[in-house]
Nanobody
Framework: QVQLQESGPNLVKASQTLSLTCTVSGGSITTSSYYLSWIRQPPRKGLEWMGAIAYDGSIYYKPSLKSHTSLSRDTSKNLFSLQLTSVTPEDTAIYYC??????????????????WGQGIQVTVSS
C-alpha cells in the first residue's frame, strides 16, 4: 500500500520561505510512470497544481508559480520536497502531495492522481 505523508510548518510569516516534505512508503518514487506532484487548495477555492517531478527526474512547474517554487527529490530517502519563497497570505492553503501516472490538466482534478497525502494546513501570517 502506497502512503504519502506531508510534513512541515503550519504557520509561516509573510516574505519567508515555506518548506514541505512528502515522505512516501510502500513504493519507490522512481517507479516508472510516477509523477510526484504538489497541489494546494486555498480556502473556498479549487485545487491548484503547483509542480511535479517525474520518475526520470524531469521537473515541471505551473508557469505562474515558477519564479518562487522549487521541487526536489531524495531517492535515497524516498521523499520529495517543496520550497515556496516570498510567501504572502494568499499562499494560505491546504498543501497536498500526490502521485499520478501523468502530468495533470489545468485546473486539476482529484481523480487525476492515484495516491494522496492527507494534506497539511499552512497559514501565512501578515
Amino acid at each position: 500500500q502506497v502512503q504519502l505523508q506531508e510534513s512541515g510548518p503550519n504557520l509561516v510569516k509573510a516574505s519567508q520561505t515555506l518548506s514541505l516534505t512528502c515522505t512516501v512508503s510502500g513504493g519507490s518514487i522512481t517507479t516508472s510512470s510516477y509523477y510526484l506532484s504538489w497541489i494546494r487548495q486555498p480556502p473556498r477555492k479549487g485545487l491548484e497544481w503547483m509542480g511535479a517531478i517525474a520518475y526520470d527526474g524531469s521537473i515541471y512547474y505551473k508557469p505562474s508559480l515558477k519564479s518562487h517554487t522549487s521541487l526536489s527529490r531524495d531517492t535515497s530517502k524516498n521523499l520529495f520536497s517543496l520550497q515556496l519563497t516570498s510567501v504572502t497570505p494568499e499562499d494560505t492553503a491546504i498543501y497536498y502531495c500526490a502521485i499520478g501516472d501523468r502530468l495533470p490538466t489545468m485546473p486539476t482534478m482529484w481523480d487525476e492522481y492515484d495516491y494522496w497525502g492527507q494534506g497539511i494546513q499552512v497559514t501565512v501570517s501578515s
